[in-house]
């Protein structure tokens, strides 16, 4: 295959004029003589080697510089991408190397050199698996798991798509590294509880599930002081604590929700020291480890049709200490703010929604300012949008038609996604965009709805092709065909409501293609035609509307989902008819 096929993302530019040709030229021979002194280098001592790859690196990066001037036209792209990434590479090894205590200036450097080329090729090509691969070598390094893993799995995945075997096998090196063989764990107690959460990461519960349960029942025996309630010191309070609330996680994995709470509460129970024992952590740790163990009983509670208001708030209390971590605390007050709602309590809904909003907000603003994350800062971007939705629907629940409008026009820019985001994220960011079209209905504000729901239906896989694939393989296809269906059948709905025929006729055409749709097609197609086209009709109660959303429902689930919005269109005043 072409060296080229990779780019065929870009457009065509024009030509290089006389100058962009000397520059471009000048960027080709930095580029070689970089490669020559990095192959150099590999020879050298370890002093002489550092210094060799710290001016190869240089040089790649002058070489980058030289190209920006011709704006990355089409010539220019592959050369600068290979810049960027061989820079990465050696500023990874040079980050890399045991310079000792005199040298960790330079390792520092060396990695914020790394991390900043790395997502600098990812500029230029948003799925390469070797920048993904040098930012989980990053992650690794730095002991920071979690954004190993994530990259890891990036790059894992764009890898296989590209069929690049040397990164498939690099990968699967590193994977290793991060999560070793059983074998190589002790014996002791302690390895049992690290294995269990390794493996719980690796989403191996039912293994993860055995070592924390053969943890517990050696802490819980009187021969070894137990039960792990009465233990006294720290390290052994930590470490039941740490089991405790991993086999939660195991038993909720498989759905054991009861299950789940029981081990739980008696994680929760630990964290209450009574006369002669001490509390398993320290501070900040211990209010960290507080709200996110009441954050998951709280989901547990829920599934288990328990009452889960009271953890979801003693959640967000743990998280709001001094020194807890700014999106940590967004998301206990997001999810309290969400129940608020639920139970019809607005007045502390609405408070708590806008703090969750200003959380993200600083998280999402030290993410940038250290060089940013694109996947984390699209998840922070993804929860404003979900607390700008509940905000919106709270307003209008209260008749404040200005709060209404402030918080759609603080919140439309969130309905774009900024990078590519895995698929299952895509479909919450889909139904997040659907609740905040229906708002934007309800107000009236029809071009921001029609804009919102074919963000949604995009988001959910649309494409603008007629022929779909008609296989649904698996639990994940299905939910994108459903959220497709509705995006269509609310869009209709909205474009016929502003008297676009025209437009109607696309989204039913584009219905119609979707795999299995024709029934919501002769659905959809026996509502328009009853649909009501009076102007300024009075708004429906609240009761009202309920009412006549039941009775969509009652016809089927794929009209269902679009009933709501469907009502609240019938009591729009109709808008100046499109072309």
């Known amino acids: 295959m072409a060296t080229w096929s990779k780019w065929a993302f870009l457009e065509d530019d024009p030509d290089l004029d006389e100058e962009g040709e000397a520059s471009f030229s000048q960027a080709k021979e930095l580029r070689e003589q970089a490669n020559a002194l990095a192959h150099h280098a590999q020879s050298k001592a370890l002093p002489e080697r550092q210094e060799c790859l710290a001016q190869a690196v240089t040089m790649y990066c002058r070489a980058d510089e030289l190209l920006k001037e011709n704006n990355f036209n089409k010539q220019a792209v592959e050369v600068a991408l290979q810049c960027r990434l061989n820079a990465a590479c050696l500023a990874l090894q040079v980050a890399s190397m045991p310079l000792g205590a005199a040298g960790q200036k330079q390792v520092e450097q060396a990695a914020e050199t790394a991390h900043r080329l790395a997502h600098a090729a990812l500029k230029l090509d948003q799925k390469n698996p070797h920048a ?4 989980a070598r990053l992650g690794a390094d730095q002991r920071n798991a979690n954004a190993a893993r994530q990259w890891l799995s990036a790059a894992s995945q764009w890898a296989k798509e590209r069929n690049e075997k040397d990164v498939q096998n690099q990968v699967a090196q590193l994977e290793k590294k991060l999560n070793p063989e059983p074998t190589s764990w002790g014996q002791e107690v302690p390895d049992w509880v690290r294995l269990g959460v390794a493996l719980l990461k690796q989403s191996k519960p039912a293994e993860a599930e055995k070592l924390f349960t053969r943890a517990i029942e050696f802490l819980d025996q009187k021969e070894q002081g137990g039960p792990i309630e009465v233990l006294s010191a720290q390290a052994l309070r930590s470490l039941g604590f740490d089991a405790l609330e991993g086999l939660g996680d195991c038993l909720a994995a498989k759905r054991d929700f009861a299950g789940a709470l029981r081990s739980q509460r008696r994680a929760a129970a630990l ?10 952590f320290k501070e900040p740790e211990f209010s960290r480890r507080e709200g996110l163990l009441h954050l998951s009983m709280g989901h547990a509670a829920e599934a288990s049709q328990e009452e889960s208001l009271p953890l979801f708030r003693r959640a967000a209390q743990a998280l709001q200490r001094p020194g807890t971590d700014a999106a940590l605390e967004g998301t206990a007050v997001l999810e309290l703010g969400l129940r608020l709602e639920a ?50 629907s709270l307003h209008q629940m209260r008749g404040d038609r200005a709060a209404v409008e402030e918080t759609l026009d603080a919140s439309r820019h969130l309905l774009s996604v900024p990078t590519e985001v895995a698929t299952a994220s895509a479909l919450e960011w889909a139904k997040l965009c659907g609740e905040w079209a229906f708002g934007a209905a309800k107000a009236g504000r029809l071009a921001d709805a029609e804009e919102a729901l074919l963000q949604k239906w995009r988001l959910a896989g649309g494409k603008d092709s007629e022929t779909q694939d008609d296989k649904v393989s698996s639990e994940l296809d299905a939910r994108c065909l459903n959220l497709q269906r509705e995006a269509l059948q609310s869009l209709a709905l909205v474009r016929q409501k502003v008297q676009n025929q025209a437009g109607v006729e696309d989204a039913m055409a584009r219905l119609s293609h979707a795999p299995g749709a024709q029934e919501d097609v002769e659905k959809m197609q026996q509502h328009l035609r009853r649909a009501p086209q009076g102007r300024d009709c009075k708004a429906p109660s609240d009761r009202s509307l309920t009412e006549q959303v039941q009775k969509f429902a009652c016809r089927g689930a794929g009209l269902a989902a679009v009933a709501a919005l469907g009502v609240v269109l019938a009591y729009c005043a109709t808008p100046t008819p499109q072309a």
């Open 132 to 135: 993904a691969l040098v930012l």
């Open 271 to 280: 964290l209450k020291a009574p006369p002669g024992t001490q509390v398993p």
């Open 343 to 392: 139970a019809d309590e607005s007045d502390l809904a609405v408070p708590a929604l806008e703090r969750a909003l200003e959380c993200f907000k600083l998280a999402q603003g030290r993410l940038h300012a250290g060089g940013g994350d694109e996947p984390e800062e699209a998840k922070f971007q993804r929860r404003q949008l979900q607390a700008q939705a509940a905000l919106c």
